[in-house]
């Protein structure tokens, strides 16, 4: 048994699961607002990265300026999508909204390879040193720093929740609509501020992986990577959203590290996600920390 391995990946596992629960708490965060899955979300990853990497390579602004107008561009972008597409659906059933969102994820998807191509692109390096030791493992630093980053997310998630005016309206929007408006609150303005926070949240996770990997497509499959985790935590839960990111991305670590000692099936690091998403449905269906709905007849 190789230990430097497994506490390699154990450790990359908890630095790419704070990815995965940021993104899932973009998840969390729309349907708790308006009741809709977004699956489009993984669009808003790809979308992000690739403005974040034509700013750099166009235009060439430095990373930290190309970055603070890709969040200003994707949280304008966020709010636009919902008044223009989402909002006249407000009142329709909410399978009209989903398909909506596979739609726009389907357009987006197309629009990306259209303006930039089907090959994956790198980033400008970023960073002196790609890698520095931690505890004597190699990590990237691109993934140091997004962990920082996912942290103050947390954090400000967190505080815009518990503390601030819109939060609060969003909470009470989320409990109940009619109620919220009776109270004076704007739904229209909490779904419009839910979609523009969740492109901007989702934007930090699309540009990490685009400095890591490049961009390209593959990047959107991380909207439905992330499903499990989502379901995992429950669909309603932002600190299940947070803990079922950091569970699956060292699930998928240890599955690819039982397959590289012992199965070599080749393929467990993607499909370990949705094996547990399987188990949990089976098991609890509404996640470790989701609400459960009770029904009377």
């Keep these: 048994m190789d230990t430097t391995l497994l506490f390699q990946l154990v450790l990359n596992g908890l630095i790419v699961g704070a990815l995965y629960g940021v993104v899932a708490m973009s998840f969390v965060l729309i349907y708790k607002a308006s009741q809709v ?4 979300q993984g669009e808003f990853l790809l979308v992000g990265a690739w403005v974040c990497w034509w700013m750099l390579t166009t235009w060439q602004l430095p990373f930290w300026a190309g970055f603070l107008v890709t969040l200003a561009f994707m949280t304008l972008f966020g709010i ?5 597409v989402l909002r006249p659906l407000i009142g329709e059933p909410v399978i009209s909204v989903i398909m909506a969102t596979v739609g726009l994820s389907i357009f987006f998807q197309a629009l990306m390879k259209w303006i930039f191509g089907v090959f994956a692109q790198p980033f400008p390096p970023i960073f002196a040193a790609e890698r520095i030791r931690v505890m004597g493992l190699e990590v990237q630093t691109v993934y140091l720093a997004s962990l920082g980053v996912s942290a103050l997310i947390m954090l400000g998630f967190w505080w815009f929740f518990t503390y601030s005016k819109h939060g609060l309206a969003m909470r009470a929007t989320a409990f109940d609509q009619q109620v919220a408006q009776s109270l004076g609150v704007s ?10 926070i969740s492109a901007l949240v989702s934007t930090v996770a699309g540009v990490v992986v685009g400095v890591v990997n490049g961009v390209s497509s593959a990047l959107s499959f991380y909207g439905i990577k992330v499903f499990p ?7 309603d839960s932002i600190v299940g959203a947070v803990l079922g990111g950091l569970i699956v991305g060292v699930l998928e670590n240890l599955a690819q590290y039982v397959d590289a000692q012992w199965l070599n099936w080749g393929n467990m690091y993607q499909i370990a996600p949705f094996y547990a998403l ?13 609400t459960k709905n009770i029904e009377r007849v």
């Design 37 to 40: 899955v977004n699956f489009a």
């Design 80 to 84: 636009l999508l919902q008044i223009i």
């Design 187 to 196: 739904v229209p303005k909490v779904f419009a501020m839910s979609w523009a």
């Design 229 to 235: 985790a989502v379901i995992l935590g429950g669909l």
């Design 278 to 290: 399987i188990v949990i449905l089976l098991i609890k269906p509404y996640g470790l920390f989701g």
